[in-house]
C-alpha cells in the first residue's frame, strides 16, 4: 500500500451463515483511475462495496479508504466519499432538492454553484417529488448526491441503470473529469461497453474471490481476436481446436466462430486444406468477449 | 376467487395472528386463575343491580368477570386491529412496497385480487376468534370455574363481526386512495374513536342515543355475554360490511395504480402557491430537512397531531363539562364497586363520581397510556428499521455521521412528539376541568401527563430496541404492542392475589398507575424509574445497532 493507494483491502472476507459472499479478497485502487469491478449477478460485488461502506462488517481482513480503517474510521472516512448505492432508494416525499438539501446539511453545505451544474449535465429535474420520478430520472438525483461534494473517492453500484444512453455519455464524461482531478472512481457494473469505455482497470469476480485484475488495454491486447468462418460444407469443430492459440470453438454446420491469438496463416492454411472456405470475418475483441471467456474458463474450472 | 393468492396472504399473516390470539388466550386463562383466588364475600356483598350491570349472569363464578375483562376490550381491539391491518396492506400495501403491477400481470382482475385477500382476512380472523372461543370453553373447565349463564360463544362471535367490520374498513379507504398509511389511520382513529364515544355517550344522560351514531355500539351495547347474540346490531355491522365491500371494490377499479404512495401535504400544497411559496419552501426545504431530528420528526407529524388534538379537545376539553351531565345512578354504582374491580375496567381505582375519578377513569386509565404509546411506537418501530425497510440507510450512512448519532436524533425526535401528546393531553385536561369547574390541581394533572408521557418514551424505547436488534419494522411493532398489552393486563390483574401483587412492580404501568398522580401530584421516584427505563433502552439500542450489519431489505 502506497500513498497513492485510494481503496485497499487485504483478506477480506464476509461469511452469511454458510455462504461465502467474499472471500479473502486483496485488492488495491490506485488514487487518479477508474477502476471497474465487474462480476456476474450475486458474484459479491454489492457485499464488497457494502463493506467498504461499514454497513456490514467482514468476517475477516479488513480494508482502508484513503489509508484509514473502514469500520474505526468510518465517520471520517465518509466526508472523503460519494456513494451510489445499487438499486437505489431515496425519500419519496421529499424533492430532488429537498433531498439534495438534507444530504448537504449533513455534511456541513456544499457547492450549490456546483449542484446547479451538475444538474443541468444530466439533465434532472429538483423540483418535483422523488417518488414522483422515472427510476431514471431518480437515479440522476442519486449521481448529483455522489458527485456534490467533490469526493475523494466515489463509490458506485451499477450507477448507470435506469439512464439513457446520451445521459450515460455524459455521466461518463463526468467519471473521466474526477479522475483528471486525481480523485478516483471505483465502478461496479455489469454493462461492459461502460466500463470498457471509462475504466482504467478492471477486476473481475466470481463467487466472492478475484479472478483476474487487469488494465484495460492489457487485458483487450491480450485478447486478440473472433474469428468467424463461413464455408461450403458442415466442418468438425476438432480441426480448428488442433491449431495453436484457438478457444472457444463453436460451430454450427457450416459456421465457425472462434477466439483466436495465433498465427492467422497456420489458422486459414488448416481451414483451406480440409474444406472450401466461403467468407471470412474478424475483428478486435471487445471486454464481453472477453468477460465471457474468463467466465466459460473460470467457471468450468471451480463449479 | 384466486387459491394462491388467498393462500399467500393467508401465510404472509398467520403469525401476527396467532400470537395475537395465542396471547389473548393465555390472558384469559391467567386472568381467571387469578379471579378464582379473588375474595369472593366481595361478590357476594354486591347488589343486583351491580352485578347485571357489571356482566355476570346468574350461577357465575366472579372468575366469569375474566371474559368481559379480557375479551370484552382487549379481544376486541386486538382483533380488530390484526383485520385492519390486513385491511389496508391488502391493495394499498402492494402499491406501497411497488408490488402491485407484477401481481395484477397475471390474468387476475382487480375485483378478484381484492376478494381474496379480504376473503384471507375474513378466514385468518375466523381462525383467531375460534382460538378465542376454545380457550373461552376449555379456561373454566380446566380451572373449574362455573360459568353458569355466560354465552362466551355469542362474545366471540361478536369481536370476529366487529374486527371483519374495521377490516373491511381500512380495505375500503386502502382500496379507494391506494394509500395505506392513510387507511391504517382512518380506521384506526374510528375504532379508537367509537370505542370510547360508546363508553362515554352510554353514561351520560339525554346524550344516549348519539352512542348509536358509532360502530362500537353495535359490538357491546347489547351485552352479548349475557344475553346471547344481539341479531339486530349484527345485522346493522353485517350491512355496513357489505357497504364497505362495494366501496372497495368501486374504488379499486376506478383509479390509476400507484407505483409508490406520495402523498400530497399541506405544506406541498402551499409550496405551490406564489403566495405563500417562499415561507414554506424555508418550512419543507430547508427547516424540515434540515436536521435528521427535525427530518423525523416531521415524518410523523400526522399520527401525533390527530393524536393530540384528540387528546386535547375530546379526551380533554370535552370530557369536563360532561361530568356535569352524568347519570347520577351510574356514578353510585362506580362507587360501590371494589377498586380491583374498577381497575379491571380501566376507570383506575376509585369511584367516578369525584372529578379526579370521571378524568382518571375516561381520559388516563386507558386512552393516555394508548394515545403516548402509540405515538412512542410508531416512531420507535421506524426510527431504524424504517430506513432500513425502504432501503434509506445505506445513503443517510453515506454521509459523514455515526450511526449513534443517527440513533440519537431518532430518539430526540420520538421524545419531541411523545412530549407533544403529553402536553395536549395536559392543555386539554387543564382546559377542560376548567371549564367543568372541576377543580383539579394544575399540579396533579402535569403529574399524571409526565408519567403518561414518560410511559410513551418506555414503549417507544421498546420498539426502538427491537428495531435496532432486527432492522424490521413489523417485528418492532407487534413486539412493543404486545409486551405493552400483556404488561398493561397483568398491572391490573395481579394486585388482585396478594401473594402476586408484588410482582407488578415489574411492569412500567404500576409506575403510572400505582400512585395515583391525578389525586396526589407526582411521584418523582416513579418518575424517574420510568424515565431511566426509557434511557436504558435507548442504549441498549445504541448497542444493538452499532454492531450489526445493516439490512439491505426490510
Known sequence: ?303 | MLANVFTKTARDRWRGTAIGAGSLALLLYFGMSLYRQFDLSVYDSLPDVVRSIINLPEGTDVAGLAYGAIYGTYGALTLAALALAMGSGAIAGEERDGTIGLLLANPASRTKVLVSKAAAMVALIAVASIVLWGAGVLSPALLDVAIGGTHVGALVFHIFVNAVFYGMLALAVGAWTGNAGLASGAATGVMVVSLFAVGIFQVVSGWENVAKAFPWYYFDAGSPLINGVAWGHIAVLLAGCTVLAVVAVAGVNRRDLKTQTVGVTLVDRLRANPMTRKVADRLAGSTRVSRISVKTASEHQGVTLVTGALMFAYMGVLIGPLYNLIDPGVLDFSGDLPDELMTLFGMGDGDMSTPVGWYRGETFGLVAPIAALLVGIVVGSRALAGEEARRTMGLLLANPVSRTSILLQKAAAMTLLVITVGVATFSGVTIGSLLGGLDIGVANIAAVSVLMTLLGLVFGGLALALGAATGRVRPAAFGAIGAGLVLHVANALLPLNESLAGLSRFTPFHYYTASDPLANGLDWGHAAVLAGLAAALIAVSMALFRRRDLCQKG
Open chain 1, 1 to 303: 500500500m502506497t500513498d497513492h493507494t485510494a481503496i485497499h483491502t487485504e483478506g477480506l472476507t464476509k461469511h452469511y451463515g454458510d455462504v461465502r459472499a467474499l472471500v479473502d479478497l486483496d485488492l488495491d485502487v490506485t488514487a487518479g483511475e477508474v477502476f471497474g469491478f465487474l462480476g456476474p449477478n450475486g458474484a459479491g460485488k454489492t457485499t464488497m462495496i457494502r463493506t467498504l461502506l461499514d454497513e456490514i462488517r467482514p468476517t475477516a481482513g479488513r480494508a482502508t479508504i484513503l489509508g484509514l480503517d473502514t469500520h474505526d474510521s468510518s465517520v471520517e472516512i465518509r466526508r472523503h466519499i460519494g456513494y451510489v448505492p445499487g438499486d437505489l432508494a431515496m425519500y419519496p416525499n421529499l424533492t430532488g432538492k429537498d433531498t439534495l438539501t438534507y444530504f448537504a446539511n449533513l455534511r456541513g453545505g456544499v457547492d450549490w454553484v456546483y449542484v446547479a451544474e451538475l444538474a443541468d449535465r444530466l439533465d434532472a429535474d429538483l423540483s418535483k417529488k422523488v417518488g414522483d420520478l422515472s427510476s431514471g430520472n431518480r437515479q440522476k438525483v442519486g449521481l448529483i448526491q455522489a458527485f456534490m461534494n467533490r469526493p475523494d473517492v466515489l463509490v458506485m453500484d451499477e450507477p448507470s441503470s435506469g439512464l439513457d444512453p446520451l445521459v450515460q455519455r455524459e455521466f461518463q464524461t463526468m467519471m473521466r473529469q474526477v479522475v483528471a482531478e486525481g480523485r478516483t472512481v471505483f465502478l461496479s457494473s455489469h454493462t461492459l461497453s461502460e466500463v470498457q469505455r471509462v475504466a482504467d482497470r478492471v477486476g473481475i469476480i466470481r463467487h466472492g474471490a478475484l479472478i483476474a485484475l487487469e488494465a484495460v488495454a492489457d487485458l483487450r491486447s491480450r485478447a486478440m481476436r473472433r474469428v468467424e468462418l463461413e464455408f461450403a460444407a458442415p466442418v468438425e469443430a476438432s480441426v480448428f481446436e488442433a491449431v495453436p492459440g484457438v478457444r472457444d470453438v463453436s460451430v454450427e454446420n457450416h459456421h465457425v466462430v472462434m477466439s483466436f491469438d495465433g498465427n492467422m496463416g497456420t489458422l486459414l492454411t488448416t481451414a483451406a486444406a480440409r474444406y472450401q472456405v466461403v467468407d471470412i470475418n474478424t475483428h478486435e475483441a471487445d471486454l464481453e468477449d472477453i468477460f465471457l471467456t474468463y467466465y466459460r474458463d473460470e467457471g468450468g474450472a471451480t463449479a
